[in-house]
C-alpha cells in the first residue's frame, strides 16, 4: 500500500500531473496482467502466491514447515486458540495458507455433530425423527428472504 501512494505522490509534488497518472496507470496495469496470468496458468500462480505450508500433519508438529515460515509454537498456537480450538490434539491436519490464514481439519473425536448423523444415531436406536421442526426452521428463514423482496412478515402474535 505504501508503495502505491508513493507512486502517486511524488510526480504531484513535482507538479507533474501527467507522470502521476501514467505511473499509476503503468502500476495497476502490472498487477492486473499479473492477476490474469496468475489465474490462466498454475505455475505462474504458485511462483507469485505461493502454496500452502503443512504445519501439523496426523496431530504433529512439523517443525521443519515452522523454521520456513519463521513462526514459533507460540504463534502457532495462537492462531488455532483464535480458531476457537483449545486442545492442540484436537487437529489432524492444518495449514499455513499463502495468505497467512490457518487452515484446519479437525481430528474424529474433536468434529462437532452434524444433523445427517444425529438422525443417523436416533435411528439406530430405534427413535423416529421429525422434520417437521427441520422444515419449520427453513421457513422462518425463508421468510427473512421474504421481507428483504418485500413482502411483509407476518405479525407475531406474542408481540401484541
Known amino acids: ?3 502505491i501512494i508513493e507512486i502517486v505522490v511524488t510526480p504531484i509534488i513535482e507538479k507533474g500531473l501527467t507522470k502521476t497518472i501514467v505511473a499509476a496507470t503503468v502500476f495497476v496495469l ?3 496482467v499479473l ?3 496468475q489465474m490462466k496458468s498454475n505455475t505462474l500462480e504458485k511462483f507469485f502466491t505461493g502454496k500452502s505450508k503443512i504445519v501439523v500433519e496426523n496431530r504433529k508438529l512439523n ?3 515452522l523454521k520456513k515460515l519463521r513462526l ?3 504463534q502457532l ?3 488455532i486458540r483464535n480458531e476457537g480450538i483449545n486442545k492442540f490434539d484436537d487437529i489432524k491436519f492444518a495449514t499455513i495458507e499463502p495468505n497467512g490464514l490457518l487452515g484446519f481439519e ?3 473425536d474433536a468434529k462437532p455433530l452434524t444433523i445427517r448423523e444425529f438422525k443417523t444415531l436416533m435411528e439406530s436406536y430405534g427413535f423416529q425423527v421429525n422434520n417437521n421442526n427441520l422444515s419449520e426452521s427453513t421457513q422462518s428463514s425463508a421468510s427473512i428472504f421474504n421481507e428483504i423482496n418485500g413482502k411483509q412478515k407476518p405479525e407475531n402474535p406474542i408481540l401484541k
Do not use: I, S
Request: aromatic fraction near 10%.
Open 106 to 108: 479437525l481430528a474424529e
Open 72 to 74: 514459533t509454537v507460540d
Open 77 to 79: 498456537e495462537m492462531r
Open 35 to 37: 492477476e490474469y496470468l
Open 1 to 3: 500500500m505504501y508503495l
Open 63 to 65: 517443525v521443519k514447515n
Open 30 to 32: 502490472t498487477l492486473l
